[in-house]
């Protein structure tokens, strides 16, 4: 069966501080990990996409890593904003341009000043 | 880039009534759509695939006669929460994508509250 787990459930840093959030899937065959942030009462919206080939992805502040080996991939925030007080969400895509799409629980983050 | 607006943001409705949502997509063409639930603390559940001049396409576990799904144009599905329960309350989020390998573009939701 196709999972994604995601970790931590929920997280709280101080503005200005760096963290990174975890994402362990077992879906097969492999084809791309999304990452979405979601605010909360809104849709969520695409961060980065990872294929099997990458290794690292940057956008903006936001860098997301992905070893298909161990099948874990993180999303690293650093110099966090209040802005970023979201749920981020790890969107893993099995098969080529599938529409079979398991997706995580989220993280919800919280930056406090 | 690729819009999906959703519509209403927000209702609420008495028991036994019937809810319909709209999920446009603004600025290109989706032949297939796709209906979320969200509950508290929870990820989306996939309901149902919206499918443009077919039969959507439900998930296990979701009644199709309860959730009609309409997908008349390509830039338009449809969601109508027939014979509301206040166990349907939720968030109700569509999604599009715009080419083969693009992101699904999600609406902005739907917060369902059922009286």
């Known amino acids: 069966k196709n999972q994604v787990e995601q970790s931590p459930q929920s997280l709280i840093i101080l503005e200005g501080k760096n963290c990174t959030l975890q994402?362990?899937?077992?879906?097969?065959?492999?084809?791309?990990l999304r990452w979405y942030k979601q605010d909360t009462g809104r849709g969520p919206v695409s961060l980065t996409i990872?294929?099997?080939?990458?290794n690292t992805k940057s956008n903006g502040r936001y860098t997301a890593t992905l070893d298909a080996d161990t099948k874990q991939s993180s999303l690293h925030i650093t110099a966090s904003q209040l802005s970023d007080s979201a749920s981020y969400i790890c969107?893993?895509?099995?098969?080529?341009?599938?529409?079979?799409?398991?997706f995580g629980k989220g993280t919800k983050l919280s930056v406090i000043p | 880039g690729a819009v999906v607006s959703q519509h209403p943001s927000r209702v609420i409705c008495k028991s036994g009534t019937s809810v319909k949502i709209e999920c446009r997509s603004l600025?290109?063409?989706?032949?297939?759509m796709f209906w979320y639930r969200q509950f508290p603390k929870q990820s989306l559940m996939l309901m149902a695939t919206?499918?443009?001049?077919?039969?959507?396409?439900?998930e296990q576990g979701v009644e199709k006669d309860k959730f009609l799904i309409n997908h008349a144009s390509l830039t338009l599905s449809t969601l109508t929460v027939t014979s509301a329960h206040p166990e349907d309350s939720s968030f109700y989020i569509c999604?599009?994508?715009?080419?083969?390998?693009?992101?699904?573009?999600f609406g902005n939701g739907t917060r369902l509250t059922v009286t």
């Open positions: 999604s599009a994508k715009s080419s083969y390998n693009s992101p699904l573009h």
């Open positions: 994402c362990n899937y077992t879906v097969s065959p492999f084809s791309n």
């Open positions: 990872m294929t099997f080939s990458e």
């Open positions: 969107v893993v895509s099995a098969g080529a341009g599938s529409y079979q799409l398991t």
């Open positions: 600025d290109f063409q989706a032949t297939t």
């Open positions: 919206s499918n443009e001049g077919s039969k959507a396409t439900y």
